[in-house]
């Protein structure tokens, strides 16, 4: 959630640190801190601020030299968002700096001991007891006092390390909580996501949980928390720098919306095999024989990801004839649930990192069971920790709510269907007919967004809503939650998603004239069910806003989408409400690419 970036080399360190700062700004921002050392031997500077990175680029002054340095942008966790409880954090003598991403479990306990020490805390973070706790250590070389530090702590941390005497080297660690090392010519980075390395490079090394690392101009080196070597090979980020630049659009929202025909594209590029009329994905490893035994199938992910399992479930169900069904990662884990081994589980996640996934997976992992991914950041920690899976190749997603992802994911979903279908009972005539509706998405994408303005006059009118419902049955249902979800996210408009089969159950208590209600109704076979339902919200003087294959009467307004096979609509139902979400917060002037209380990568539980 919050975000490291670290630098030792030639260069001058603070603006570099400043701009990778902004670059991570989208995991977390609530306050923001810096350090570099100081040319005068023995001591560090640092400079800290509540609020966004350009509040802390304000305080930062003229003479602020330094070739090394480390900083951080902040969510809160322990301690409200303020310059003292920013990241980094020193001790008293300026000589420890650290900045950590994740949360000590045993902070209190250790602070207790501190404290009966003699200790006084500056902050009322969690983290403050890892500079302490490095500071106090008698070992000597900064390796070993990091070792010990974090040997000492229970709980997730990605952490980096400056120290006054050893101004040679930032010393990084790793348990749950990304770190990955920039390894540049003459120069090291770190950062926790390589949004903030690939200005200056695109070799990368991600490091495992209980490994460290020590960077040093010239050089770097990993092990682990016991002290053994590690061996460590720079990959190449497939990721371009100009991928997170806002590309002439005004928000990174309105970019990544904009992206989906290309993304689309990508995420089936190469995997089609029209001779068997079916999908290869070559990292699933997955026989066929393994396929054919697969009794059930489990789809886990949060928020968005978690829309775009249920949608998951129902390709897989509907073409591989096996029965699936998603659950929020973060529910699953606490119920103890049954693990069978002849079910798929399959973790989704657009950042890889999400910890209650992560967490689901890892307890699964512990039971036996077969986890795959569907995972859109190369190289991430459920990526490595999954036994195989679909990387969703939607490219770098900045804005905090998902868009380009969600529907990449939603596509892979159908590429695994088919997959699995195909082994099993989904004929080659299907097979053919619903590879062929893959192929016309990106174009039919683009159809939606070329009718952008149109949405954008619609928008105008939801911006007065105090809130809004979301209906439709079955594939449309999470086309529903989805959009109810991305409405709330970014204008703050209350917005609740119901089948529109449990209307009259009671939600139809709510519908009179303020209350707008979209409602997806899709061309397929239960099209007069839904019709049905629009019959009820008009009886009761609701306004209706459909998205639908055709003009529906009964709606004030009707969002025509192109038609495509059944299956797939559910992937443009959703697009035209993207729009819709984002020009109603736009016209309500919302901070659409950072989004209040929300943050990019919920790294903690
Ligand atoms: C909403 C959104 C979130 C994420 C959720 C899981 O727009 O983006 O609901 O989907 O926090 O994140 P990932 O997919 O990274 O596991």
Redesign the pocket.
């Known amino acids: 959630m919050c975000g490291i970036v670290g630098y030792i080399g030639k260069r001058d360190v603070a603006p570099l640190l400043l701009e990778g700062l902004a670059r991570l700004e989208y995991r977390g921002y609530d306050s923001a801190g810096i350090v570099v050392n100081s040319p005068k031997a023995g001591a560090l500077k640092m400079v800290k601020a509540k609020g966004r990175v350009r509040d802390l680029e304000a305080r930062v002054p003229k003479r602020f030299a330094g070739t090394t340095g480390i900083a951080h942008t902040r969510w809160a966790t322990h301690g409200a968002p303020s310059d003292v409880n920013s990241h980094p954090h020193l001790d008293p003598e300026n000589k420890v700096a650290v900045v950590h991403n994740g949360i000590v479990d045993n902070a209190a306990e250790l602070r207790a001991k501190l404290e009966a020490e003699g200790v006084v805390f500056a902050s009322e973070t969690d983290t403050e007891v890892i500079t302490h706790l490095i500071a106090r250590s008698q070992a000597d070389t900064l390796e070993e006092k990091v070792r010990e530090a974090v040997k000492a702590i229970d709980g997730t941390y990605g952490i980096a390390v400056m120290h006054a005497d050893f101004t040679d080297r930032i010393v990084v660690a790793r348990n749950g909580s990304p770190v990955i090392l920039g390894i540049g010519e003459k120069e090291m980075l770190v950062a926790s996501d390589v949004a903030a390395l690939i200005a200056h490079t695109r070799q990368v090394v991600t490091l495992n949980d209980g490994e460290m690392a020590t960077l040093k101009a010239d050089d770097f080196r990993t092990y682990t928390t016991s002290g053994t070597t590690t061996n460590a090979t720079p990959e190449t980020v497939e990721w371009e720098a100009a991928s997170y630049d806002m590309g002439g659009h005004d928000t990174y929202m309105h970019k990544e919306i904009s992206e989906q025909p290309d993304a689309v594209d990508r995420v089936l590029r190469g995997r089609i095999d029209d001779r068997f009329n079916t999908v290869h994905l070559g990292g699933l490893n997955l026989d066929p024989r393994e396929a054919r035994g697969i009794r059930r199938v489990k789809i886990l ?5 978690y829309h775009a399992g249920l949608i998951g479930a129902g390709l897989i169900e509907g073409m591989a004839r096996i029965p699936a069904d998603a659950e929020p990662a973060s529910e699953f884990r606490y119920r103890n649930p049954v693990v069978d081994p002849d079910t798929l589980y399959i973790a ?4 890889g ?2 910890y209650d ?1 992560l967490a689901a997976v890892q307890e699964l992992k512990r039971k036996g069971a077969r986890v795959l991914g569907v995972v859109n950041v190369v190289g991430s920690a459920i990526a490595r920790e999954a036994d195989g899976g679909v990387y969703v190749h939607a490219g770098p997603e900045v804005c ?3 868009t380009k ?1 969600f529907t990449n994911t939603v596509v892979a979903f159908a590429l695994l269907a088919v997959h699995l279908g195909r082994i099993r009972d989904l004929s080659v005539t299907d097979g053919k007919r619903i590879i062929e509706g893959l192929r016309k998405l990106p174009a039919q994408i683009q159809e939606i967004l070329d009718g952008e303005e149109d949405i954008k006059k619609l928008a105008a009118e939801f911006a007065e809503a105090k809130s809004m419902m979301f209906i439709g049955r079955v594939r449309g249902y999470p086309v529903a939650l989805e959009a109810s ?2 409405l709330k ?1 970014i204008s703050y408009i209350h917005a609740e998603a119901y089948p529109a089969s449990e209307l009259k159950h009671g939600p139809l208590a709510l519908i009179e004239p303020s209350l707008p209600t979209v409602a997806i109704v899709p061309d397929d076979d239960l099209l007069e069910k839904n019709r049905a339902a629009l019959e009820e919200i008009k009886a009761r003087s609701g306004r209706i806003l459909a998205v639908a294959h055709r003009e529906q009467e009964k709606a004030d307004h009707t969002i025509v989408v192109p038609k495509n096979e059944d299956e797939l609509d559910p992937i443009l139902m959703g697009i035209p409400l993207q729009l819709l979400a984002y020009h109603t917060a736009l016209a309500m002037g919302r901070d659409i690419d950072k989004p209040r209380n929300l943050a990019k ?2 790294t903690v539980e």
């Open positions: 992910g949060c928020g968005t990801s989704v996640s657009q950042s990192e999400t996934v905090v709510v998902s992802c979800l991305k996210e990568s919920v």
